[in-house]
């Protein structure tokens, strides 16, 4: 079993759908989790970075991570096409160690 | 306050030959790490430097190396290449003391033939 897995999609929807994207993980010794989004042919960009449990909003974008069920989700609200991209999960043990990345999932919102 | 960057951003090297390269992290950040992403397995770390020293290293072979200067200015070198070291190589930094917020620099595409 893989430690961290994502639905690699694709995943297509219309403009204004919300979009909930999902990874599960099996080691519960992870505590720091974060969201990126990656353009074809650029280098991943930070979304979102929650410490342990709860929800983090920003803006069009919600983090959720339940360690309970070692779940996490990012919600999209009212998307747009450019936010089609792919988007991946990441998470790790402790502050300087390394981050484990889901696969990603492949992103598109048709106008 | 200006990105990560990497240099170069692409490269095309034969096989057996070796490669170099460079990362730049944001101004303040004292850790850096690389990470190897190719369709197959995705993103996989490689090894991270905080202040000139390796805190920790993925599973790689030894071909793979890096090192981190006193500016935390950080290179990663791939010798005796191979047709599997055909990836986008990314570089991370981190303020480094606590958390973990990585920033990505835009990435170097090594193609070895």
């Known amino acids: 079993q893989k430690e961290v897995e994502q639905d690699p999609g694709p995943l297509s929807v219309p403009e204004g759908a919300i979009v909930s994207l999902n990874c599960t993980y099996s080691?519960?010794?992870?505590?720091?989790f974060m969201w990126y989004r990656q353009y074809s042919r650029k280098g991943p960009e930070l979304l979102m970075y929650?410490?342990?449990?709860g929800n983090k909003e920003d803006g069009r974008f919600t983090a959720q991570v339940d360690k309970s069920s070692k779940y996490i989700s990012l919600f999209i609200r009212d998307s747009q096409p450019s936010d089609s991209a792919t988007y991946l999960c990441a998470m790790s043990y402790q502050a300087g160690t390394a981050l484990i990345f889901g696969k990603g999932t492949t992103l598109s919102v048709s106008s | 306050k200006a990105g990560v960057t990497q240099t170069p951003r692409y490269l095309i090297k034969t096989r057996g030959q070796q490669v170099t390269l460079s990362c730049s992290p944001i101004s303040g950040h004292r850790s850096v790490s690389w990470y190897q992403q190719t369709p197959g397995q995705g993103l996989q770390f490689l090894f991270e430097?905080?202040?000139?020293?390796?805190?920790n290293k993925g599973n790689f072979p030894g071909r793979f190396s890096g090192r981190q200067f006193s500016n935390s200015r950080s290179e990663m070198n791939v010798s005796t290449l191979e047709l599997g070291d055909s990836a986008l190589y990314l570089c991370?930094?981190?303020?480094?003391?606590?958390?973990?917020?990585?920033?990505f620099g835009p990435g170097t595409r090594l193609t070895v033939l």
């Open positions: 929650t410490y342990s449990s």
């Open positions: 430097y905080f202040s000139e020293t390796q805190r």
């Open positions: 991370a930094s981190s303020p480094g003391a606590t958390g973990n917020e990585q920033f």
């Open positions: 080691n519960s010794a992870f505590q720091y």
